[in-house]
């Protein structure tokens, strides 16, 4: 079992930055693919940045804006954003996943609140 709790949401002016901030209790965080989703009222949850296995992968849309990094011996997820736009305003989500064979594991913190208006 993998706990999760975001902090650092808030409300940001456009080309303001905040960082988010995702701490993992149970299992071993080193082993899990670790991610940041994000849900816009009324829109699907997307990915916005994972990390896991040496590999970063980003939405288009935050690419050059957004830096996902995470410290293993903290058991904590990170993600940067910078350039924020109005766009941005979501509900942001960590997220722990594992996949062996075909036990799966996948976790989601309660979320955080990011508003980027002036």
């Known amino acids: 079992q993998v706990q999760l709790v975001e902090s650092g949401g808030g409300s940001v002016q456009p080309g303001g930055s905040l960082r988010l901030s995702c701490a993992a209790s149970g299992s071993s965080f080193s082993i899990y693919v670790m991610g940041w989703y994000r849900q816009a009222p009324g829109k699907q949850r997307e990915l916005v940045a994972a990390t896991g296995g040496g590999y970063i992968n980003y939405a288009d849309s935050v690419k050059g804006r957004f830096t996902i990094s995470r410290d293993n011996a903290k058991n904590t997820l990170y993600l940067q954003m910078n350039s924020l736009k109005p766009e941005d305003t979501a509900v942001y989500y960590c997220?722990?996943?594992?996949?062996?064979?075909?036990?799966?594991?996948?976790?989601w913190g309660q979320g955080t609140q990011v508003t980027v208006s002036s």
């Open positions: 997220n722990a996943y594992r996949r062996i064979l075909t036990n799966v594991e996948d976790y």
